[in-house]
T-cell receptor, first 112, second 112 residues
Framework: KQEVTQIPAALSVPEGENLVLNCSFTDSAIYNLQWFRQDPGKGLTSLLLIQSSQREQTSGRLNASLDKSSGRSTLYIAASQPGDSATYLCAVTGQAGTALIFGKGTTLSVSS | DGGITQSPKYLFRKEGQNVTLSCEQNLNHDAMYWYRQDPGQGLRLIYYSQIVNDFQKGDIAEGYSVSREKKESFPLTVTSAQKNPTAFYLC???????????FGPGTRLTVT
């Protein structure tokens, strides 16, 4: 059964720092991987989607990489800002027609 | 504006009562999903539907029921058989199964 793990569970950094969030999954047979952001009490906002054939995706200050063979993905946030403070969730889709399997998230706090 | 709406935002019920959570999307997406989020446990899949009049159980379907009579609507009923119904419920949709998922704002259900 696919399991998704995110490390660390929480992270505090000063404004301006570059940071990396980690996601690992146990079964490399994924269809795609998606990174989300969740603010307290809110729904999820999709940040980046990486198809299984891709190695990385970029959006603004965010860059997500995927290494299927090792079962890992990283989300790189450049020049962090207080507005980046949120919980970041990683999720994978396994076989075609199945839904997302989520990690428990990394809660990021960026101080000014 | 296109998007996913969930209503109500907060819902309170007495134990033993059934309650239905609404999820509507105007994105013309074929696939829709229901997830449950509990503190420290991440999101878990309850039910999903790839097309109208068809749906599949997720990991934690016991005590829940759904219907998909229209493409844009996927209501979730929390029955009295659900032992721990208090949680944050999130609805999502994607153009097809396995594609990028978009989430609604969520409904927080409290049962006392």
């Amino acid at each position: 059964k696919q399991e998704v793990t995110q490390i660390p569970a929480a992270l505090s950094v000063p404004e301006g720092e570059n940071l990396v969030l980690n996601c690992s999954f146990t079964d490399s047979a994924i269809y795609n991987l998606q990174w989300f952001r969740q603010d307290p009490g809110k729904g999820l906002t999709s940040l980046l989607l990486i198809q299984s054939s891709q190695r990385e995706q970029t959006s603004g200050r965010l860059n997500a990489s995927l290494d299927k063979s090792s079962g890992r993905s990283t989300l790189y946030i450049a020049a962090s800002q207080p507005g980046d403070s949120a919980t970041y969730l990683c999720a994978v889709t396994g076989q075609a027609g199945t839904a997302l399997i989520f990690g428990k998230g990394t809660t990021l706090s960026v101080s000014s | 504006d296109g998007g996913i709406t969930q209503s109500p935002k907060y819902l309170f019920r007495k134990e033993g009562q059934n309650v239905t959570l609404s999820c509507e999307q105007n994105l013309n997406h074929d696939a829709m999903y229901w997830y449950r989020q509990d503190p420290g446990q991440g999101l878990r899949l309850i039910y999903y539907s790839q097309i109208v009049n068809d749906f599949q159980k997720g990991d934690i379907a016991e005590g829940y029921s759904v219907s998909r009579e229209k493409k844009e609507s996927f209501p979730l009923t929390v029955t009295s058989a659900q032992k721990n119904p208090t949680a944050f419920y999130l609805c999502a949709s994607s153009i097809f199964a396995d594609y990028e998922q978009y989430f609604g704002p969520g409904t927080r259900l409290t049962v006392t």
